[in-house]
């Protein structure tokens, strides 16, 4: 057997941020031409890491060795120069522009800029690996999965070959990940050396030659993906065991609680988000919500808290303490459940429905950064008692219980909830939306950022609510989890539903198929 | 092969991880003073060869050296203290107050109004209806561009600094209107003879109580407000909305109405601004009443990071620093530029400081400690 050559070489880094240490003392290796996956819960480091290989960060301490030899990554133009190139969560592309303007924006290279040759070159790299965009095509005309293909294209053709992507499937759907790995799979047979930041277990174990592992900013270890399995992965992630079983008792009594008919609405720009939206979230029963991102689900909820603008269609909210059934004299029902539509926020508080929100922008929508626990205690609670002044006394008492039972990490619950890290922050937030005790809870990416064992207690959480007979809406991102968790499951594709499906019988190829199964034109 | 030599960054900025305690945070920001002074006095010795201790004493001598020059300088402070008091809410709102001076005018216009066409009514009335009248204008010069950026959310950094220019034309149409004597193109003092609408000496004869009620006015306005901001429904609803427009959409506050609200407040209390400098400082109107402190003041809210009570400080710092300028300017013969580069070097290393309390620098080769 050769011996393994590195590609890249990463020795004994350490980078703090003030108090905190997000790397201590790392040793990683990436051989020559492997997939290897940076496997670690939220906050284990995994980013800080790899933003250390691509020139946004610089380490406190250590030594980055490309090929075998010392390097200095001040830049990400260093980067470049020693052929890393990253692909980051969030795509960095001007939307007016084509694929090969993207790709040749930055570049400094001598004479005119040539884009038909441009062009030509991205069409090689294209067909190479099998990727499937056209040069030209605008980016404001693409899918999510040919834009990721663009940035991949765009360090392809800076001459990378070394190549990191920092959660890549977060946005794609399963068969899109089936093809990105195919891709990958690819370029690695061409001898470039790749490394992918997940933490879903089973994309490492589909994909990668070897898994790293890190947890809580310490190097725990490496495994050959043929010795893994997702227990063992777990558990060295976690440091210890975990059971992954999510319980899941039987609805009891479900009623409608929540009715949406021919839900239709437009953003400021005029593009239809939510187009024709009907289905019915029941009393006592997880409703989950599935779709790739981006496909209206965060217009849905907005339009039910009253924070987004219905044009056409009802939402209409059934009281739990109202009977429905009762008639007047002449036979008429004698209740009518109260439509939202129209309503915003203030008007729902003020009719008496008890609906929580947790919004997908937690620092942007659900909570006030710059506020404690106690100040974004008082978003739900600040009008409350008479007077022109806020009483701060029962949030102080709510933000401390919260701090306690959630186990918050932070200095006090004066301190600005934008300091704390994210798994925090959407404790404070969960943890404030539950203690409200809503009839109705919707919740977007609830456990996004939290470590595996906080995401099972929200997941209980959840439960728990639902057994106590309020509607849950939990739009979910891991499809794994959506199936465990939820008694239905809407399916969104294109700001349409199609399909409402039961979660106990339901398959994941099944639900993959719906996100990207658009309903037949000339239905409206 | 060539080796390549390996260096690390010589400066690297980060982020602290944990507040400063507040003791700490302001021992920088007065290092970071005292660093202004020792600049500042380089400056002095290359431009004019003067001994700099001189000259800030000098400076001193000129802002607080006396007992009349010290409570002008105690009536300046207070007339900015009102108006930074007043942009508090907005900025803070982060609605964008540029119209202060004009705020400040159309209210010092209302005062003056009163002086002159309700000039047999008794003191204390007097004074009330004055006092009202300006808040009133204020806030309706303040009304406008809320209203406008709530109904079609058109700019209000735009449409408050337009506001200005209307408010100096009114004031130089009711100064040719009030022109007294005629042909002097300026009002003159309003009611010499029966100090009509004259905030009253409190204490006693002389320099040492005419500016009393300025005083008492703004600072108990300044504590009104502090308690408004920090304590009060609508305070919290400024707050949230000045993080983050949708959390307050968010937690059911009318977003919209907040805004036109706010901004009737801030342009009120600017316009109550106006009515201490004509009723307790100036006796007269003119276009310079407002004299660039509606900007000035902007400086004062934004140092003190909106606490109306840290405010008292900044507006004393700014306008001693103003006050000093123009001793030295007089007694050196210095061109006013000179003050002006010391006024912007202290400036400069105060808002500067809020860096140093927010990140920490490694140097390189230093080992970054725990």
Redesign the interface.
């Known amino acids: 057997m050769e011996p393994v050559k590195n590609a890249i070489r990463m020795e004994n880094i350490t980078k703090?941020?003030?108090?905190?240490v997000a790397n201590n003392g790392i040793n990683l290796e990436l051989h020559e031409g492997e997939i290897l996956s940076l496997l670690g819960e939220n906050g284990s480091g995994k980013t800080t890491l790899m933003n250390m290989l691509s020139g946004i960060y610089?380490p406190?301490?250590g030594?980055i060795y490309v090929h075998d030899?010392?390097?200095?990554i001040?830049s990400p133009k260093d980067a470049f120069d020693n052929g890393i190139g990253m692909i980051h969560q969030h795509f960095k592309l001007v939307d007016v522009f084509t694929a090969t303007e993207n790709i040749v924006l930055g570049l400094e290279e001598e004479g005119r800029l040539d884009l038909k040759k441009a062009g030509q070159k991205v069409k090689e790299i294209c067909e190479k690996y099998g990727f499937d965009i056209q040069p030209n095509q605008k980016i404001y005309d693409m899918s999510v999965s040919q834009k990721q293909t663009v940035e991949i294209v765009k360090v392809l053709y800076r001459g990378a070959d070394i190549l990191i992507l920092d959660e890549p499937t977060a946005v794609l759907t399963p068969q899109e990940t089936d093809k990105l790995f195919a891709i990958m799979r690819n370029m690695q047979r061409d001898g470039k050396s790749l490394i992918i930041i997940t933490h879903k277990l089973h994309e490492v174990l589909d994909v990668s030659d070897r898994v790293a592992i890190l947890r809580k900013g310490e190097y725990i270890g490496d495994v050959a993906t043929k010795d893994a399995n997702q227990q063992s992965l777990t558990d060295m992630m976690v440091g210890r065991s975990v059971s992954l079983n999510i319980d899941r008792p039987l609805p009891v009594n479900p009623t409608p609680r929540l009715v949406l008919e021919h839900v239709t609405a437009y953003d400021e720009l005029g593009v239809k988000r939510l187009d024709d939206v009907s289905f019915t979230a029941n009393s006592g029963e997880i409703l989950g919500i599935a779709g790739v991102a981006g496909s209206g689900q965060k217009e849905l909820l907005e339009s039910i808290?009253g924070?987004y603008p219905v044009k056409e269609g009802k939402i209409l909210y059934y009281d739990p303490d109202v009977d429905y059934a009762e008639t007047d004299e002449s036979g008429q029902p004698k209740h009518r459940p109260l439509s939202l539509v129209g309503m915003?926020?203030?008007d729902?508080?003020k009719a008496g429905i008890a609906m929580s929100?947790v919004?997908e922008?937690r620092?942007?929508?659900?909570?006030?950064?710059?506020?404690g626990m106690t100040?974004n205690m008082?978003?739900?609670s600040?009008?409350k008692g008479k007077g022109?002044?806020?009483d701060t006394k029962g949030p102080e008492e709510l933000a401390n219980r919260i701090w306690k039972e959630l186990e918050v990490v932070t200095?006090s619950t004066k301190?600005?909830v934008r300091?704390m890290s994210g798994g925090n922050v959407q404790k404070v937030l969960v943890g404030r939306e539950i203690a409200q005790e809503p009839a109705v809870l919707m919740t977007a990416y609830a456990v996004r950022g939290l470590d595996i064992n906080t995401s099972y207690t929200i997941y209980n959480l959840l439960t728990e609510q639902k057994m106590k007979g309020r509607a849950v809406v939990y739009v979910g991102e891991d499809l794994d989890v959506l199936l465990e968790l939820c008694d239905r499951i809407v399916v969104l594709c294109g700001g349409q539903v199609s399909g409402v499906v039961d979660g106990r019988t339901i398959t994941k190829e099944e639900v993959g198929l719906l996100m990207t199964q658009h309903r037949k034109e000339g239905a409206e | 092969m060539e080796h390549k030599k390996v260096h690390e960054p010589l400066l690297r900025m980060a982020k602290r991880g944990e507040m400063l305690p507040p003791w700490k945070a302001w021992g920088i920001r007065v290092i970071a003073f005292l660093l202004s002074l020792i600049v500042s006095g380089l400056v002095i010795i290359a431009v004019s060869g003067l001994n700099p201790a001189a000259v800030f004493a000098t400076m001193a001598r000129g802002a607080v050296g006396t007992n009349k020059s010290m409570w002008v300088t105690i009536r300046d402070a207070m007339t900015l203290l009102c108006i930074a008091v007043g942009l508090a809410p907005a900025f803070k709102m982060r609605f964008w107050n540029i119209g202060a001076e004009g705020q400040i005018l159309v209210g010092a216009i209302a005062s003056a109004a009163c002086m002159i066409y309700l000039n047999k009514l008794p003191t204390f009335l007097l004074l009330l209806i004055m006092a009202l009248t300006s808040l009133i204008a204020g806030g309706i010069w303040g009304l406008f561009p809320g209203l406008f950026k709530a109904r079609w959310n058109t700019n209000e950094t735009l449409f408050t600094l337009m506001m200005n220019y209307l408010a100096i034309r009114l004031t130089a149409f009711f100064v040719a209107k009030w022109e007294n004597p005629f042909g002097s193109n300026s009002v003159g003092i309003i009611n010499p003879n029966t100090h009509a609408g004259w905030l009253p000496n409190m204490l006693s004869k002389g320099w040492n109580g005419d500016y009393a009620w300025n005083v008492v006015i703004v600072l108990a306005v300044t504590v009104a407000m502090y308690l408004y901001m920090n304590k009060s429904k609508q305070g919290f609803e400024i707050s949230v909305i000045g993080d983050s427009v949708n959390t307050a959409r968010y937690a059911g506050i009318r977003v919209n109405r907040a805004y036109v609200r706010t901004i009737i407040i801030s342009g009120a209390i600017c316009g109550l601004a106006g009515f201490v400098a004509v009723s307790g400082a100036s006796h007269s109107i003119s276009t310079s009443t407002a004299g660039g402190r509606g900007f000035t003041a902007i400086i004062v809210a934004w140092l003190a990071q909106f606490n109306s009570v840290v405010m008292v400080i900044f507006s004393f710092l700014l306008v001693f620093l103003q006050k000093g300028a123009q001793a030295i300017a007089s007694s050196y013969n210095l061109s006013k530029d000179v003050s002006e580069i010391i006024t912007g070097i202290i400036l400069f290393f105060l808002l500067g400081s809020e860096f140093f309390v927010n990140y920490t620098v490694h140097f390189r080769g230093k080992k970054v400690a725990k």
């Open positions: 703090r941020f003030g108090s905190v610089y406190d301490e030594q030899k010392p390097v200095t001040a808290a924070l915003d926020p203030m729902i508080r929100f919004p922008d620092l942007g929508m659900g909570l006030v950064g710059t506020m100040g008082m978003l739900r600040w009008r022109v002044f806020v200095p301190f600005p300091r």
